[in-house]
Nanobody
């Protein structure tokens, strides 16, 4: 199994920045991709950004121009640098990971979520 632990959420004023981190641990043989999703109150979960082991990224509409995803393959860690935050970025941010375990099983895993609140 793979466990994901997020950190870095909190309360910030509009226009501010936050950096989220997510560390993957457990019986990991290979991580295929990692990413971030978010769920705002009353809304469906949406893609923020993903990144492959090779560094290829996919950005959701919310990330373009303001958020940057990066990854440390050695540390099995993914980061989300969020700049110019807006009140509409308020949401629970979830780390996601697609990985192969040492037993050869490919799975999709989720963290517990970290709250980001942007005040106006």
């Amino acid at each position: 199994q793979v466990q994901l632990v997020e950190s870095g959420g909190g309360l910030v004023q509009a226009g501010g920045s936050l950096r989220l981190s997510c560390v993957a641990s457990g019986s990991i043989f290979r991580i295929n991709y990692m990413g971030w999703y978010r769920r705002a109150p009353g809304k469906q979960r949406e893609l923020v950004a993903t990144i492959t082991s090779g560094g290829s990224t996919t950005d959701g509409d919310s990330a373009k121009g303001r958020f940057t995803i990066s990854r440390d393959n050695v540390k099995n860690t993914v980061y989300l640098q969020m700049n110019s935050l807006k009140p509409e970025d308020t949401a629970v941010y979830y780390c996601n990971c697609n990985a192969m375990s040492v037993a050869g099983v490919i799975g999709n895993y989720w963290g517990q979520g970290t709250q980001v609140t942007v005040s106006s």
